[in-house]
């Protein structure tokens, strides 16, 4: 069989295992492999035999998912393993994910032990079409046994983590292609139920609010840019802390311990900065501040770098 007599699934095949340099030469062969090597989906072949990534941003080309791959070696924000998870294998499970998110509000016990998870949420061990639901606890004690790669969903705040990679995924932090990713696993399993998409509406929230809080609150550039606000640490240290926890948060926004107690309307001169107290301060931009107040209402006097309120 002559070179330009094979098929391009093969060519496909054989270039997408082929180093840098030596696809080079591949495509020097002639015309046809030239119009191989060019391909787009070249890529999508070297992205799957070296790093098992099998999706990208719908917008975007299969080469330039590989580029960031490469310069994300230890998976720390495009995670190959959420891949083997796809629509096909989770649309089975929709069924069961509703029953089980009707019943949260009650008292749901854990398969394995037996434990009530109504306030941990229970969870899936999703990997090789295993779909028995587990509290955290019996989830990481099976994933241990097996010693598989497992993606564990929690069901109750809608979060995916990678036992590999150590870390939520298509959070904050990870690459745009695996946060598309996942919303589109998490869509399978919550579209045909209107409690599935009132916790999608809350998951978007918390991960709105993550960045608000990661970009404006307590960063030099917040001082920087003039007016800012003080927020009681305390809650809103509590308030991010329960958006790690895929949770949005309680309001009102507490800031009584920041009066005066001498003087109404007046900041306590006792306040301090970064205080994991009582009392204690951050300091917030007004676009975080108006979104605070909006979103959780308002408990206390209001306090700024200029005019104390």
Not at 236 to 250: A, P, Q
Not at 291 to 296: A, G, K, W
Request: proline share 3%; aromatic share 12%.
């Amino acid at each position: 069989m002559r070179f330009h007599e094979l098929n391009n699934e093969l060519l496909i095949s054989i270039a997408g295992h082929l180093q840098d340099e030596d696809l080079k030469h591949f495509a020097l062969v002639c015309r046809k492999f030239a119009m191989v090597a060019c391909s787009d989906v070249i890529w999508k072949e070297r992205l799957y035999n070296q790093f098992g990534i099998t999706y990208k941003l719908p917008t975007e080309q299969w080469r330039d998912m590989y580029n960031r791959k490469t310069e994300d070696p230890a998976h720390a924000r495009i995670c190959p393993h959420i891949g083997y998870v796809t629509p096909k294998i989770l649309e089975p499970y929709a069924a069961k994910y509703q029953t089980i998110l009707n019943w949260l509000d009650k008292n749901l016990n854990c398969a394995t032990c037996r434990t009530n998870c109504a306030d941990s949420g229970l969870c899936l061990y999703i990997w090789k079409n295993n779909v028995r639901h587990r509290c955290k606890d019996c989830a990481y004690s099976f994933h241990k046994a097996v010693e598989g790669h497992g993606i564990l969903f929690r069901m109750n705040v809608l979060q995916m983590y990678c036992f590999d990679c150590k870390r939520l995924l298509g959070e904050t932090r990870g690459d745009s292609s695996e946060a598309h990713y996942v919303d589109m696993l998490l869509e399978t399993l919550t579209h045909d139920s209107e409690k599935g998409k009132e916790s999608m509406r809350k998951r978007e929230q918390c991960m709105k609010e993550r960045l608000l809080y990661a970009e404006h609150a307590d960063r030099a550039s917040v001082v920087a840019n003039g007016k800012y606000y003080f927020v009681e640490r305390v809650w809103l240290i509590s308030w991010f802390l329960r958006l790690c926890d895929g949770k949005i948060g309680v309001g009102p926004v507490a800031n009584d311990e920041l009066e005066d107690p001498n003087r109404e309307g007046k900041l306590n001169p006792n306040s301090r900065p970064r205080g994991n107290f009582k009392g204690g301060f951050s300091i917030v931009s007004p676009l975080l501040w108006n979104y605070l107040v909006e979103t959780y209402g308002l408990s206390g006097g209001t306090y700024t770098s200029g005019i104390l309120q």
